[in-house]
């Protein structure tokens, strides 16, 4: 148990860790292209660690050295593995349609939480490929026959990287041409580097082709993570003044910028430039008295992993917000429809429970309360920031699984984890 807390006033300048959703897809890729590559910046957190062991079990060397990995890639996987994916999705969903590319057998196995989550997701699309995915009762473990691939038109109806990420790692291995179409574009991480390691890739709005293709190794640089870095960005929108350095702000991304904008946060960005194929910048946000915002099922996509922070944003803003479209949230690490809803409450907040989000009537100020993270990265650190704007804190149970994304979280916010 963690006591948090209320700070007056909250002010510095952060170095984050990497992106979690880069990091994954430079160790994976990588491993299963030709040649070598260099990865500095990478995230050192759980989720990346489990997609590292699954590589290195098919094959793949990987030395790390701090954040720094070097990879010497196998296009040619060991068959016959049980990779265990541990709390990631991530992990599990890319690698359940890379494997099937390659006509890999293996068994994905995952921890209690992940083999909770929906995974016929992946399974059904990729049958349209012609591979064959067993789950188990549409969930963890997963088994990956091989089986020859051919192209195909996939039209997904939930927008999700994962699943789209998938279908197209399976399609670059198949005969002929693979289009996926989602209803709104989500975070394009796999589309740009698949690009930059040589694959015949085209992405026209909402929609991606690709056609079989031998990934070449590539370096890749990783900027810090802007859903780890959204904690310090909102401690300073409640309690002062924070800048965040060097984080990825690829459009996918910043749907936090836009519930800023709505919300009436002071931020600008610094330095901004490009690197590895990646937007980047400094985030400096500032202390701002915030008004209740509308988000729909259109705002989701750049800003799902973000929810969470965002609806306690608003029980800190003047009047009613209301945000819906976002039922992905009941399938992540948590239902974080309910958890959230339920830290609101607990800090004091008002906040209802709607089937696809939440309206929260904001109160300004709020007293503080006690919170369990349900073992969900972002409830736990939701929840500390949220004790840390309140007047009186409170504690926090089980909030170790925050190394799943982000392992120096408490340090960085100036707590030692007891
Ligand atoms: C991710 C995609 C998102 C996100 C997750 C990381 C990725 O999941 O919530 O944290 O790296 O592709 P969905 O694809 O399920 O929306």
């Not at 070449?216 to 993570?225: G, I, K, L, R, T």
């Not at 209802?352 to 073992?375: A, F, Q, V």
Request: glycine share 12%.
């Amino acid at each position: 148990m963690q006591r948090i807390d209320g700070r007056g006033y909250f002010e510095g300048e952060f170095t984050l860790p990497g992106d979690k959703s880069i990091t994954h897809r430079a160790i994976m890729f990588n491993a299963g292209a030709e040649g070598e590559a260099f990865v500095t910046g990478a995230l050192m957190g759980e989720d990346c660690l489990s997609t590292m062991d699954c590589m290195r079990a098919l094959g793949a060397e990987i030395e790390a050295d701090g954040q720094s990995l070097h990879i010497k890639g196998t296009p040619n996987f060991r068959q016959g593995q049980r990779l265990n994916c541990g709390n990631s999705g991530t992990t599990i969903r890319l690698l359940t349609g890379f494997l099937a590319g390659k006509q890999v057998q293996a068994t994905l196995v995952g921890d209690a939480s992940l083999s909770s989550r929906p995974m016929k997701r992946v399974a059904e699309p990729l049958s349209l490929l012609g591979a064959e995915i067993q789950t188990t009762d549409g969930h963890a473990p997963v088994c990956v026959l091989p089986k020859p691939l051919r192209g195909a038109k996939v039209d997904i109806s939930v927008s999700s990287a994962q699943v789209k990420s998938a279908v197209l790692l399976a399609g670059i291995s198949a005969d002929g041409e693979t289009i996926l179409t989602e209803p709104i574009p989500s975070r394009d991480h796999t589309e740009r580097m698949l690009a930059a390691m040589g694959a015949d890739i085209r992405v026209d709005g909402n929609s991606v082709a690709v056609k079989k293709s031998n990934l070449q190794a590539v370096d890749v640089c990783v900027p810090a993570d802007i859903s780890s870095a959204a904690y310090f960005m909102a401690l300073g929108a409640l309690k002062g003044k924070t800048l965040c350095k060097n984080v990825g702000v690829n459009p996918t991304r910043t749907g936090i910028l836009t519930a800023f904008e709505r919300l009436g946060v002071r931020y600008s960005l610094l330095h901004r430039g490009v690197s590895g194929g990646e937007e980047k910048a400094d985030i400096l946000v500032e202390k701002s008295d915030m008004r209740g915002i509308s988000l729909t099922a259109q705002d989701v996509p750049a800003m799902i992993d973000e929810l969470p922070l965002i609806a306690l944003l608003c029980a800190f803003a003047d009047g009613e917000s209301r945000i819906t479209g976002a039922k992905e949230l009941r399938v992540k690490e948590s239902d974080r429809i309910r958890t959230t809803a339920e830290l609101i409450n607990r800090l004091g907040g008002d906040c209802t429970e709607l089937p696809d989000g939440w309206s929260i009537r904001g109160k300004r100020k709020l007293r503080g309360g006690d919170m369990d993270s349900y073992l969900d990265h972002r409830i736990a650190m939701t929840a500390a920031v949220g004790m840390i704007a309140s007047e009186n804190g409170g504690n926090l149970s089980r909030g170790e699984c925050c190394a799943i994304s982000f392992p120096d979280f408490f340090e960085k916010i100036g707590l030692k984890l007891g």
